[in-house]
């Protein structure tokens, strides 16, 4: 096989697994549902593995396979541009989408919906495979748009749940918003570089630095500016930031093998691979990086806080994934995009491991998903344990764990940089550490350690009746939603008091373990070729003159710390390192040692509460403003311009006239002989009058 | 030797003819106690129309640029009046388009309609041959003959089988489209004491003056926009779809709605395009009010069909915002986009139908967790939704994508407006989808719905396949209109005050 054809096969094999499974799914048995797209997945994942071997080693193609559609001289093609960034993402795309297959099939057991759900998972991994495999903006912005599909399936994956059908509706129009802005850009790159094709449009991006457009009146911008932001907003919807995030925690709705892969692993950081990928065009605009960078400052923060006070252990960890998110913009923004990929990838293991941790944890509660029931669960579920407690590690940013490396690098970088808005972003990102500390251990401790709480029976009630409150934000648009929450389906029912919950079998604690590892070891590894070595080179640019936080990064690396392990023990010292340190031992002292004293302060800051529960507010404007807004125009120009204006005026109001005149006209016709003769003498007498004038 | 035999054959004629011969002998052999008969002639007569349409695009020159297939007959010689056939690049998929969608007609009303079958069989198959002469007639009163004629049994479609307000919207429908067609001919008379005949070809020769040209641009334009139908002559399509059964909204929202798209391309901007220049920017943000303004109108629709109708109109809106941006992307974007419109709207019509035929109810809120009952049928209307809102990989997306990236070009913010639909587009669709499909099931009319029969799977497996086909592989599409459209831009370059060639 020539290495075009593996290249092939990559994405093909999960797309024809997908296919297979997804249309015969009601004659082909279960397991062999499973066994194809497994099959499917792990060659894709071996070849993946195969291929960034050849990478590593300086392999490195740009090849179109077909042409799409041609249009004069414009020529959309489908290609693959494969180098050490894309082929990394291959593999990390597989191997957590191998991971959550094995996983699904303990997750989806009893499910209905199990060789549909194979299905998605497997034409997720193609769509995600097409995405960062891509050469060129016309094949991204497809993959971009079909992994946004498939999100759209998996968070509706449960169809008859209000919530998550709303959910998913949500998920896709913010999306599209994002997309709004990322196909304009697209626009903008076709226009001015006069093509899509990555290389082409990097090689002219040099003699475009200056060019000035007129957007609005005579104002000038930077064409960069305007492209990269553009392309950004693409990338915000995408990536969940600020003010496109609210779709993530609503997306937890799905099942959660799929909030693994899709919405903390891999498809939310498709924005951040993008403007990688970018990078030289993003190096071009200062402006550009300086608003990434804030946004991605923004969510860094804002969204950890809310992470504190989530009950439903899903949440909670997909609020540190929109936070973790905002680190990593707030990497691109420093122009510090290997940093950037680097967290990409150490997150992409430690919050699937997370994910599937507390998916273990909520097959073993019964799906009760609320962590004030939970505790002490480490003697029943000891491997969950475990990794759980190596990814909240690796998540902390906890020296020799991967998650430290990539992080510490991220704050250095932002430390180092002196681009506008670096000041609050570093400020941010520090506060950031003490949150994302403080609200991961405090959900390890009230799941894993205290007291066993689902034995005492009234809690469950209550947490039933916060999170149909909390549905009830949500919903406000489907009056009938609500009615039928209350029924809750099988997947909700919780552990009796009596009951002791189980570890589910090798499926589930197999890719666990096997998640577990990389969290550990791959920042240690993977820091020295990925951030200070060539690993980069030919793929991401960066201009060392004007953003040169990256070159001072690795001169503070090699000057100070020489080695991973130096870099550890380095951070043991370090601000960082106290930061996370504070946090567990504070959320160790409130939830375990004194939980009388949260409950206090929650009763005390009632306003700073309610803010936070509200989620700042975003979704009710999103939902008043933009939502009804949009409805009540509808209805104005529906009504009003459509039925009262055009067919109400025009269209029935001509043909009213039209009714009136023969109306009176129709009176001339009266069938009497002497009214027609009278008239006639009339016309005659005119006519003759008339020709002795003009005579 | 094959070959030119094959060439030989007046394949238009037969396309044309064909279609309307079955219609005549599906009256003449059928009838409601034979139905069954009547309606097994009426599937070999469209098939063969299909079939007899397939050469055009096999034996079709994709190089030229002119027109091809001709044929030249004299009709009516005092008025210099000719029986001239002949297709290119921008008419050939239309063709196809029109043969392709007659089958599937036929086949959505087999056992449907009970009452007068031979005549609803035939009234379809005598429309698409009339509307194949339409989008082949290069003669201005052949041309307009065939435009008038198939407003006929588009009234008897939709004023016999029809729903309860079924004259309210044929009346309105046929005053609508009359009234404009009738100032079409007052231009075409003019063009003729001008040329002293009715080719088209002469027609695209005459220098005109921009006086002139503005005032027959006016007229063409009060034809071809209430057929589109361009905001604000928009108002007869809600209701003539709310109103039509299922076949006569998929023949006017596939087909006859391209005829006002086709004949901008055809007569009123070649004809007169120093006009088209002029008129740009009105006739721009038309159809971008079109793309926003009927987006918002289609979000807040309560019946499903007016919803689809309405998201026609915005649909169509690409097809006039990319004739009037004059570069090859945009022009060729907005004739994908009718192609692929054609599929689509057909497909959710389709689908609507589908409900209705069960539940005879179009009302949004008459369902709820329809997927419970009809997992199948649930997956084609989930994939069709997709395509109405654009998702890459289907055939929705190439249009608008190639109009929006050309529009970035002509003027930024009208591409700020046109991509809209993407967010709107996928708002009203999917919210209608949700509202419909997904849930709990909703009352005991959606209980007892059974999935899609046999026929019902078939059709809409056969445009599942060409929607995703024509999204991943667009170029055997735009393949055949890059020299038509590369030669009708040289053409509306050129002023017409001098005497040019097309």
Known sequence: MTIKQILMLIPLLPLMAAAVVGIFRNYLPRTLAHVLTIAGVAASCALSVYVFNQTLNGFSLNESVYTWLNSGDIHFEVGFLIDNLSAMMMVVVTFVSLMVHIYTIGYMEEDPGYSRFFSYISLFTFSMLMLVMSNNFMQLFFGWEAVGLVSYLLIGFWFTRPTAIYANLKAFLVNRVGDFGFLLGIGMVLYYFGSLDYATVFQRAPELANTQVNLLGNTSWSLMTVTCLLLFVGAMGKSAQVPLHVWLPDSMEGPTPISALIHAATMVTAGIFMVARMSPLYELSTTALSTVMVIGAITALFMGFLGIIQNDIKRVVAYSTLSQLGYMTVALGASAYSVAIFHLMTHAFFKALLFLGAGSVIMGMHHDQDIRNMGNLKKYLPITWITSLIGSLALIGTPFFAGFYSKDSIIEAVELSHIPGSGFAYFAVIVGVFVTAFYSFRLYFLVFHGKEKWRQPHQTQDAHLNATDNAKHDTQEDSHAHDDHTHDDAHHHGLGPNDDPHEPGWVVTLPLILLAIPSFIIGYIAIEPMLFGTFFNNVIFVNAESHPAMAHLAHHYHEMMHSPAGMAMHGLTSLPFALAASGVLLSWFFYMKRPDIPAAIKQRCNLIYQVLENKYGFDSFNEKFFANGSRYLGKLLWQFGDITLIDGAMVNGTARVMGKIAARVRHLQSGLIYHYAFAMIIGVFLFMTFFIKIN | ?502
């Not at chain 2, 009426?42 to 001709?70: N, W």
């Not at chain 2, 041309?143 to 016999?160: C, Q, R, S, T």
């Not at chain 2, 034809?223 to 361009?230: D, E, H, N, Q, S």
């Not at chain 2, 529009?407 to 913010?413: D, I, L, R, T, Y």
Request: charged content about 10%; overall charge neutral; aromatic content about 14%.
């Open chain 2, 1 to 502: 030797m094959m070959q030119a035999d094959l060439n030989s054959i007046s394949w238009l004629s037969l396309a044309i003819w064909i279609p309307v011969v079955s219609g005549m002998l599906v009256l003449l052999l059928g009838g409601d106690h034979k139905a069954t008969l009547t309606r097994w002639v009426a599937l070999v007569g469209s098939l063969v129309s299909f079939l007899v349409t397939i050469p055009l695009y096999t034996l079709f020159d994709v190089k030229d640029g002119f027109f091809q297939f001709e044929e030249l007959l004299p009709w009516i010689p005092a008025f210099n009046m000719h029986y001239h056939l002949g297709i290119d690049g921008f008419s050939l998929p239309l063709v196809l388009l029109t043969s392709f969608t007659t089958v599937i007609v036929v086949l959505a009303g087999w056992e449907v309609i009970t009452k007068h079958v031979a005549q609803y069989m035939a009234a379809f198959l005598i429309m698409s041959g009339i509307m194949i002469g339409v989008f082949t007639a290069l003669d201005a009163i052949l041309y307009y003959v065939f435009w008038e004629a198939m407003l006929i049994p588009m009234f008897l479609v939709i004023g016999i089988w029809g729903g309860p307000n079924r004259v309210y919207a044929t009346v309105k429908f046929f005053l609508y489209t009359l009234l404009g067609s009738l100032l079409m001919l007052v231009a075409f008379i003019y063009l003729y004491h001008q040329t002293g005949s009715f080719e088209l070809a002469d027609f695209y020769l005459l220098p005109i003056s921009l006086h002139a040209q503005i005032l027959i641009y006016i007229a063409f334009f009060m034809a071809f926009a209430v057929k589109i139908p361009m905001w604000p002559v928009h108002t007869w399509l809600p209701d003539a779809h709310v109103e039509a059964p299922t076949g006569g909204s998929v023949v006017l929202a596939a087909i006859a709605l391209k005829l006002g798209g086709y004949s901008f391309l055809r007569f009123a901007m070649p004809i007169a395009p120093d006009a088209a220049h002029y008129f740009t920017q009105a006739m721009v943000v038309l159809s971008l009010i079109a793309v926003v303004y009927i987006a918002l109108v289609a979000l807040v629709q309560k019946d499903m069909k007016k919803l689809i109708a309405y998201s026609s109109i915005s649909h169509m809106g690409f097809v006039t915002l990319g004739f009037f941006m004059f570069s090859q992307l945009a022009l060729e974007g907005a004739v994908m986009q009718m192609i692929s419109h054609g599929f689509i709207s057909a497909a959710m019509f389709l689908c609507v139908g589908v409900l209705y035929d069960r539940v005879h109810s179009r009302e949004i809120s008459a369902y709820g967790g329809v997927v419970n009952t009809m997992p199948v049928f649930a997956g084609f209307a989930v994939l069709f939704a997709m395509a109405n809102s654009g998702l890459p990989g289907t055939s929705g997306f190439v249009g608008e994508f190639m109009v929006i990236l050309a529009a970035v070009k002509f003027n930024f913010w009208v591409a700020f407006f046109a991509a809209s639909t993407l967010i709107f587009g996928a708002a009203y669709t999917l919210w209608m989808t949700k509202r419909v499909f997904f849930g709990e099931v909703a009352n005991h009319h959606v209980a007892e719905l059974t999935d899609l029969n046999k026929r019902e799977f078939l059709i809409l497996a056969i445009l599942a396949i060409l929607v995703i086909g024509f999204g991943v592989y667009p170029q055997p599409i735009t393949e055949v209109m890059q020299a038509t459209s590369a030669e009708f831009l040289k053409h509306m370059a050129i002023s017409k005050l001098p005497v040019t060639g097309y």
